[in-house]
């Protein structure tokens, strides 16, 4: 095993560290002071299309894109390191034009999608001059098991006319979001992977609808957004589904593993972040005659954090080098290890940093109650904690033939 960058991904990283230092966070909190205090923050400051002009104008833009697609096309491992240095800011990944779901549907479509569909959406995407949203978990069935959808997509000569209800469908509120990939049965019949497709549909097409923004904990993630979607006999052009009728399994399963490393390498971004803020509170502040760390075992949380974020690390560079060089055949129980271990990781190290702020760490005077909805959901979001330790439960029993219904 080889997690060492290559030149080109270490000057990369060189370069965005810089970038954040000297672009992002001096703006950051004032744009989310003046987002928040807005009586509709579903807008686009000025902020951030100064802050992608500099961006791509530096050659810092969709770092994303997998090893051999376009000049900036980079290895997992090569990548990784620049998703976590991205999950330091809420806003830094869309600077870079590597902001999720886009840059899953970016794959999708890079490496399923038909030429027209390419020129037509994915080239916008990549120029940065729209957003997207993927659709996919519904509010009326248990979505940890994707089989249980009921949305439907049903051919129609030409056209594949659309049924149902998304929710949770993030960057769907984004105001440049201009098309969404829905999910839905297609076949109830066939074989239970083959039964679904994926559609791309306007966000314009008659019939589409976003009923309301969902709250986490509070925090509406504007101007991205977790929105509930109805589809209303939407109709849309045969050539709008992706690869084919009956290959949404197939799709969904290559877009999951790169997707994955990178919402984990921006977590521990973000819990490095906290570390160092909890550090920082901890050194700085005195309570009882003591700083701060030297309180009810403070210090052997801070070493705590330390070792899960590094460990951490380790495990999800180990399955962005499987994803490299074996493929997401041979790394199906290192993604949901790492899907399972690091929202958790995060949520335990942010909260450590929260109590050592007080009071304060429960508000937005601090990044940290914001960051811990985020590491909360996503223990949730993309399947839940439940779900992939079971698939690495399966996988590890299996040369033991695990008995029927364990």
């Not at 993927?134 to 594949?160: K, L, R």
């Not at 074989?191 to 306007?202: D, E, G, L, Y």
């Not at 819990?271 to 075992?297: H, S, V």
Request: with cysteine; proline share 6%; charged share 25%.
């Amino acid at each position: 095993m080889d997690f060492t960058p290559s030149a080109r991904a270490e000057d990369y990283r060189r370069r965005v560290a810089d970038f954040l230092t000297r672009e992002i966070e001096p703006v950051e909190p004032e744009y989310l002071r003046t987002l928040r205090g807005l009586e509709d923050p579903w807008v686009v400051l000025p902020v951030i299309e100064e802050l992608k002009a500099k961006a791509r104008h530096e050659g810092l833009w969709n770092l994303f894109l997998p090893e051999g697609a376009g000049e900036t096309g980079l290895s997992n491992v090569d990548y990784a390191p620049l998703a976590e240095l991205m999950g330091r800011s809420s806003i830094a990944p869309e600077v870079f034009n590597c902001n999720a779901p886009d840059t899953g549907n970016a794959e999708v479509l890079l490496h399923y999608g038909s030429d027209q569909q390419c020129r037509q959406w994915l080239d916008p995407l990549l120029d940065g001059r729209v957003r997207s949203a993927f659709c996919m978990t519904e509010p009326d069935v248990a979505s940890s098991d994707a089989t249980n959808m009921t949305a439907t997509a049903v051919p129609d000569g030409e056209d594949v006319v659309l049924n149902g209800r998304k929710w949770f469908s993030t960057g769907v509120g984004h105001p440049h979001c201009r098309f969404v990939i829905f999910m839905a049965l297609t076949e109830p019949h066939a074989h239970r992977h083959q039964r679904h497709s994926m559609v791309i549909v306007p966000t314009d097409a008659p019939g589409f609808r976003i009923e309301r923004m969902l709250p986490v904990f509070g925090y509406r993630d504007e101007p991205y957004g977790h929105g509930e979607v109805s589809f209303t006999d939407v109709r849309v052009p045969r050539d709008n589904v992706i690869a084919g009728l009956g290959r949404g399994f197939e799709i969904a399963q290559g877009r999951l593993g790169p997707g994955r490393v990178h919402h984990c390498m921006r977590l521990i971004g973000l819990a490095e972040r906290a570390l160092e803020l909890a550090a920082r509170r901890g050194t700085q502040r005195n309570a009882f005659g003591k700083p701060l760390i030297n309180l009810g075992g403070n210090r052997e949380r801070i070493a705590r954090a330390r070792i899960e974020i590094n460990q951490a690390r380790l495990l999800v560079l180990y399955t962005a080098w499987l994803l490299d060089t074996r493929g997401i055949g041979a790394a199906f129980s290192e993604v949901s290890q790492i899907k399972a271990a690091v929202p958790e990781m995060a949520e335990r190290v942010i909260d450590t940093a929260m109590r050592l702020h007080g009071a304060a760490g429960f508000t937005d005077d601090f990044p940290l109650a914001g960051a811990y909805a985020g590491a909360r959901s996503l223990r949730m979001a993309d399947g839940p904690d439940e779900v992939h330790l079971g698939v690495v439960a399966r996988l590890e029993l299996a040369p033991y033939r695990e008995v029927p219904g364990g």
